[in-house]
């Protein structure tokens, strides 16, 4: 059974920095990818960042040049955020994506609150 969970999460005052991680219970090699999503009050979840097996990455327009995700060993996952802005404020989860011939299949963590002060 794959299990994620993230820590991290804080308070923190704008232009601040934090590092989030995403510890699994598996080697995240298995998965065809990992991301980070983030859900404000009242709105939807978006995708932060991403990394595939291949080491692409992919980042949401607001948090580029600001966000970097990473693999820092065989089971976890981080997102180092720096010039934090009150907008990031939110849940951030833990992804992970694994396909199987033609179907994906998505795994979350229960999530690590942001939340940045201006």
């Known amino acids: 059974q794959v299990q994620l969970v993230e820590s991290g999460g804080d308070l923190v005052q704008a232009g601040g920095s934090l590092r989030l991680s995403c510890a699994a219970s598996?080697?995240?090699?298995?998965?065809?990818?990992m991301a980070w999503y983030r859900q404000a009050p009242g709105k939807q979840r978006e995708l932060v960042a991403a990394i595939t097996s291949g080491d692409n990455t992919n980042y949401g327009d607001s948090v580029k040049g600001r966000f970097t995700i990473s693999r820092d060993n065989a089971k976890t996952v981080s997102l180092q955020m720096n010039s934090l802005k009150p907008e990031d404020t939110g849940v951030y989860y833990c992804?992970?994506?694994?396909?199987?011939?033609?179907?994906?299949?998505?795994?979350w963590g229960q999530g690590t609150q942001v939340t940045v002060s201006s």
């Open positions: 598996v080697n995240i090699f298995s998965f065809h990818a």
């Open positions: 992804n992970a994506q694994r396909t199987v011939v033609t179907s994906r299949y998505d795994f």
